[in-house]
């Protein structure tokens, strides 16, 4: 069974930085498509970003300009640069991979913004 394992979350006042991180901990695993998904207190998980196979990105509008995904696939990571932090982007923090045949949710973190 395939493991996402996400690290990185924390406190940070607003205009801070933070970067999340999640592993694949199979080595069988190779991540096609990886997302991070975000999901605040009372609210629907939403899509932030998403990174493909061939290196194209997509960001929810909210975080254009202050969030990156990028993907290392040698380390089976994929990883989200959040700079500019709000407190509006206090949330669980969940990623989201994939291969050919089979995809996985992480066990989420936890980011809060706050001062």
């Known amino acids: 069974q395939v493991q996402l394992v996400e690290s990185g979350g924390g406190l940070v006042q607003p205009g801070g930085s933070l970067r999340l991180s999640c592993v694949a901990s199979?080595?069988?695993?190779?991540?096609?498509?990886g997302s991070w998904y975000r999901q605040a207190p009372g609210k629907q998980r939403e899509l932030v970003a998403t990174?493909?196979?061939?290196?194209?990105?997509n960001y929810a509008d909210s975080v254009k300009g202050r969030f990156t995904i990028f993907r290392d696939n040698a380390k089976r990571t994929v990883y989200l640069q959040m700079n500019s932090l709000r407190p509006e982007d206090t949330a669980v923090y969940y990623c989201?991979?994939?291969?050919?045949?089979?995809?996985?949710w992480g066990q989420g973190t936890q980011v809060t913004v706050s001062s």
């Open positions: 990174i493909t196979s061939g290196g194209s990105t």
């Open positions: 199979e080595s069988s695993f190779s991540i096609v498509d």
């Open positions: 989201y991979a994939r291969d050919y045949s089979s995809a996985y």
